[in-house]
C-alpha cells in the first residue's frame, strides 16, 4: 500500500498529464491512466499569440510508461546513478531542456516551466528530509549541464515515441506523416485510398526518433461500413498487442465540418474495439486548416478563431458522448500539408494565425513523454478510469436502516391487515347503533335552503353522524364475513362444498382517473378504463400529473395480484414499470405470508428498485406473533444488494393498544456492511380518533435515536390527521433531531372553500415580483 507520500506525489504528477501510461490491445486500451486538468488548462494558455494556439494546447497528449534508460541513457552514467531514482529524473531533467532548446522554445514557455516545476514537485516530494538541499542543487544545475551538452553535443541524446494513426480515408494522415519527416515516406492519393495495409514508418526530426504506424482510412458510418471498419480496428488492436504506441493521432478534415457533422458512430465503434482508455492518448488533428472557411449566418465568411472553436467542440462533444464521460479534454492540433502553404523564414508551414504547427506536435510529445517518465521512475500508480463513474453513490446505511424499521402491513388471507378486524370485532358484541337510529327525511336544496344556519349545521351534523355510523357498520360486516369466509374454508362449516360453485362476482369498473388539463377537445381516459373482475390479476395506468398538453399523460403501468397458494398461504406482487426513450425504471414488492393456526404469522419477500442504471434487490423475512389481544411481537431479517455491496439488517418490534384507541410501539435495529454497522430504535405514541378505523384521525408523537460512526443523532416528530368540518380536513407534521434541523409541513384539503385556493395565487403573485426585482437588480449591475 502506497505511503501518504506516495499517494500525495502520484496525484501531483498525474496532474501534469492526461496520461502517463502503457497503450496496450486489451480491454482497456490503457492499463494505469491519469488524468490532468490543471496542466491541460496550463498548456492552454501557453501559446496565447491566438485563439488557436490556444486551442492545439488545450491538453497534453498521453504517453507510454517506457523503460526510462530508452530516453535518458547517459554514456557518463555510472551503475550506481542508474539504482538511484533522483538521479534519473536528475538525468531527464538535463535531456528535457536539451530537446526544448533544440525545438528551439524558451525555457520560459509556460508549458516548459509547468514541465520542470512538476518534476522539481516531485523530487522534492520523494526526496528525504536530507536529500532537499540535493534536490534543489540538482534542479539548479541541470540548466547549465544541459546547455553544455547541447552546445558540444556531447552525449548523444537519445529520445524517441511511437505515434498511431487512426481516422476516415482522405483525411490527409499519409500527407501529415510525409510533412513532419518532411520527406516522401507514405504513398497518398487525393482520388482514392493510398494506405491499405499497416505499416510502420520510422524517421527522425530534430534529432527525435519518431515511429508511426500508418493504418487503413476508416470509411463513413454507413450500416456496410460498419464491418469492414471493424475489421481495420480488430487488425491494428492484433498490430499494437506487442509494441503499444505512446500517442494516438485520430484524424478530420476541418472544411468539411458543420452543425450537422457527426462522427459518433465512428468514435463508439473505435471505444468499443479499443477501450474508453484509447481516448486518453488521443491527439485530435484537424487537417485542410488552410481551406477557406465557410460563410456564417449573416452572409459574411466566418473569423478563423470562431470557426476552429466551434469544430473542437463538436468533436470534443462527440468524444464525451462515446466514452460517457463528459470530463475529457483532448488536444487539438490543427494541420495544412498543402505544397503551396505559406512558410515562415526557416521553411516550416504556418496555419493562418502564423502558428507553425509543426514545433507545436513536437513540444506537445516531448512534454507528455517525459512526465510519463517521470510518473515511470518514482513508481506512482493512479486508478482514473474513463467511462460512467464508477463511483455510483451507495445508499447510506442510515437511510437504509430508517427504511427497514418502518413498518410493513402484513396482508393475511382475508385480504386485510388484522389490527382493524380486532377493532371492530370487540364492537360486535353489542347491539348495532345504526339499526337503533329514528329515520330521517332527506331535504330537497329548497327546503335545505329555508334552514337557519343553525339549523342547516345541526342537519348536516346529523347527516354525518349517520354517515360514520353506516360506514362503521359496513366494515364490521365486511369482517363478520371475511371471518366466516375464513371458518368455512377450515372445514367447520359449508362442508357440502357449495363454496366452490359460487359464481364470479360481477364485473365493477373502477372510477376514471383525472387526467391533466388538455387543449385537445376529446379526453383520452376511456383508453385506460378499468375493470374489477373475479381475476386476480389488476392492472391500471400510471398517471403523470405533471403531463405536458396534448399528451396522453399515462407514462406507465401498475400491477398488482393477490392469491391465496394454498391454505393459510397468501402470496401479493406489487409492481409499477415506467418508461421513456431515456429512462426505465421499476418498482416491484414480492410477498409470501403464512399464517400458522396456532398464531404466528410468517413473511418471506422481495423488494426491486431501479436506482439510475442500477438495481437494488431486498430479500426480507418477518415473524410476527400475538402474546394477548392487544400486544403483539415482531422481529425480522433483511438482505439487500446493490452493485456489489450487500447490507444485512436485523430488527424486533413490538406493540401494545391500551383499549380501542391508544397504542404504544417500540422497535430497534442495525444494518450492517463489512466494519461498519449503524443502530437505531424509535419509541412511538399513537392516539386514534373516535371512528377509527371509519375516520382516520390520528395524533401520533416518536422518539427517534440513530447511531452511525460514533456520532449519535437524537430526534422527534408529530404528525396529526383531523377534520376541521365536514369538508375541510388538515395534515399537520413536524420534526427536529439534535444537528438542530427539523421542518414544519401543513396541509390542508377542502371542498366547500374554495378560496383556499387563493393563497396559490398570492404565492405565485410574490414569486414574480421577486423575479422582477432580480431582473432589475441584475440590469443595474450590469448598465
Known amino acids: ?15 501534469s ?59 557518463s552514467g555510472t551503475d550506481e546513478k542508474r539504482l538511484d531514482p533522483m538521479a534519473k529524473i536528475e538525468q531527464l531533467q538535463i535531456n528535457f531542456l536539451r530537446l526544448v532548446q533544440r525545438l528551439r522554445q524558451s525555457q520560459d514557455n509556460l508549458v516548459v516551466s509547468k514541465v520542470l516545476y512538476r518534476m522539481h514537485l516531485a523530487s522534492l516530494i520523494r526526496a528525504g528530509e536530507s536529500d532537499l538541499k540535493r534536490t534543489n542543487l540538482r534542479s539548479d544545475r541541470a540548466r547549465k549541464i544541459a546547455a553544455e551538452q547541447e552546445a558540444s553535443g556531447l552525449p548523444e541524446l537519445d529520445f524517441s515515441f511511437r505515434v498511431l494513426v487512426l481516422g476516415k480515408t482522405g483525411v490527409g494522415k499519409s500527407a501529415t506523416i510525409n510533412s513532419i519527416f518532411n ?20 524517421g527522425t526530426v530534430n534529432g527525435i526518433k519518431i515511429s508511426f504506424i500508418d493504418t487503413p ?42 452543425v450537422g457533422y457527426s462522427v459518433f458512430p465512428l468514435m463508439k465503434l473505435i471505444t468499443e474495439v479499443f477501450g474508453s482508455g484509447i481516448w486518453f492518448n488521443t491527439i485530435l488533428v484537424m487537417t485542410h486548416s488552410f481551406s477557406a472557411l465557410p460563410d456564417g449566418p449573416n452572409g459574411y465568411p466566418l473569423s478563423y478563431e470562431s470557426y476552429v472553436t466551434q469544430c473542437t467542440d463538436l468533436m470534443q462533444h462527440h468524444i464525451h458522448q462515446a466514452v460517457s464521460d463528459s470530463k475529457l479534454e483532448n488536444p487539438v492540433l490543427f494541420v495544412e500539408n498543402h505544397p503551396h502553404c505559406k512558410t515562415d523564414i526557416t521553411g516550416e508551414k504556418i496555419l493562418p494565425n502564423g502558428q507553425v504547427w509543426k514545433c507545436q506536435f513536437l513540444l506537445l510529445c516531448v512534454c507528455t513523454k517525459v512526465l510519463g517518465d517521470v510518473n515511470t521512475i518514482l513508481q506512482l500508480r493512479d486508478g482514473i478510469e474513463l467511462g460512467p463513474s464508477n463511483t455510483t453513490r451507495l445508499p447510506s446505511l442510515p437511510h437504509l436502516l430508517s427504511s427497514f424499521l418502518r413498518h410493513r402491513t402484513v396482508v393475511g388471507p382475508s385480504g386485510a391487515d388484522g389490527e382493524a378486524d380486532v377493532i371492530l370485532s370487540s364492537d360486535m358484541e353489542g347491539e348495532d347503533e345504526y339499526n337503533q337510529l329514528p329515520p330521517i327525511r332527506i331535504l330537497t336544496k329548497t327546503e335545505f335552503e329555508k334552514l337557519t344556519k343553525l339549523q342547516q349545521k345541526d342537519y348536516l351534523d346529523e347527516l354525518d353522524y349517520r354517515e360514520t355510523l353506516y360506514m362503521k357498520k359496513q366494515l364490521k360486516e365486511e369482517a363478520h364475513r371475511r371471518g366466516e369466509e375464513k371458518i368455512r374454508k377450515d372445514g367447520t362449516l359449508g362442508s357440502d362444498g357449495s363454496s366452490d360453485n359460487q359464481e364470479p362476482p360481477e364485473a365493477v369498473q373502477l372510477p376514471d382517473m383525472a387526467v391533466p388539463p388538455s387543449f385537445d377537445s376529446d379526453c383520452p381516459v376511456h383508453r ?11 392492472a391500471r395506468p400510471v398517471l403523470d400529473p405533471h403531463g405536458w398538453d396534448h399528451d396522453v399523460g399515462f407514462d406507465g403501468i401498475n400491477l ?15 409492481g409499477q414499470l415506467s418508461k421513456d426513450k431515456q429512462d426505465f425504471s421499476i418498482q416491484s414488492e414480492c410477498t409470501a405470508v403464512y399464517v400458522d393456526p396456532r398464531g404466528p404469522t410468517y413473511t418471506v419477500g422481495l423488494d426491486i428498485q431501479s436506482a439510475t442504471k442500477n438495481m437494488i434487490y431486498t430479500v426480507h423475512s418477518n415473524a410476527k406473533v400475538r402474546h394477548f389481544k392487544h400486544n403483539v411481537t415482531e422481529c425480522g431479517v433483511c438482505v439487500t444488494s446493490f452493485g456489489e455491496k450487500n447490507y444485512i439488517g436485523a430488527k424486533i418490534e413490538d406493540s401494545v393498544s391500551v383499549g380501542k384507541r391508544l397504542k404504544f410501539s417500540m422497535n430497534a435495529g442495525c444494518m450492517g456492511i463489512f466494519r461498519q454497522a449503524a443502530y437505531g430504535g424509535s419509541l412511538e405514541a399513537t392516539l386514534r380518533g373516535r371512528d377509527y378505523p371509519v375516520r382516520n384521525e390520528s395524533l401520533s408523537m416518536t422518539l427517534t435515536i440513530l447511531s452511525f460512526n460514533k456520532e449519535t443523532v437524537v430526534g422527534g416528530s408529530f404528525q396529526t390527521d383531523f377534520r376541521l368540518s365536514r369538508g375541510t380536513g388538515m395534515s399537520v407534521s413536524g420534526n427536529l433531531n439534535s444537528r438542530k434541523m427539523g421542518q414544519v409541513c401543513v396541509k390542508t384539503s377542502s371542498s366547500d372553500h374554495v378560496e383556499i385556493a387563493l393563497i396559490a395565487v398570492i404565492s405565485m403573485f410574490r414569486a414574480l415580483l421577486r423575479r422582477r426585482a432580480t431582473n432589475h437588480r441584475e440590469t443595474l449591475e450590469t448598465g
Open 1 to 15: 500500500m502506497m505511503g501518504v507520500k506516495d499517494w500525495v506525489l502520484s496525484q501531483l504528477v498525474s496532474k
Open 17 to 75: 498529464v492526461v496520461s502517463s501510461s502503457q497503450l496496450s490491445a486489451g480491454d482497456r486500451f490503457s492499463n494505469d491512466e491519469s488524468l490532468n486538468e490543471e496542466f491541460s488548462n496550463q498548456v492552454a494558455a501557453d501559446t496565447s499569440r491566438s485563439p488557436i494556439s490556444n486551442q492545439e494546447s488545450q491538453n497534453d497528449d498521453p504517453l507510454q510508461q517506457v523503460v526510462v534508460e530508452n530516453s535518458c541513457q547517459s554514456h
Open 183 to 202: 520527406q516522401f515516406k507514405a504513398v497518398t492519393n487525393a482520388f482514392q485510398p493510398a494506405t491499405d495495409r499497416i505499416q510502420e514508418i520510422g
Open 217 to 258: 482510412g476508416l470509411l463513413p458510418y454507413s450500416t456496410s461500413s460498419v464491418g469492414r471498419n471493424r475489421k481495420i480496428l480488430c487488425s491494428v488492436k492484433r498490430f499494437i498487442r506487442k509494441s503499444p504506441p505512446d500517442i494516438v493521432l485520430y484524424f478530420e478534415r476541418l472544411d468539411l465540418m458543420n
Open 528 to 538: 385506460y378504463r378499468c375493470l374489477l373482475t373475479g381475476e386476480q390479476w389488476l
Open 560 to 574: 398488482e395480484i393477490v392469491t391465496e397458494l394454498k391454505h393459510n398461504v397468501v402470496a401479493s406482487v406489487t
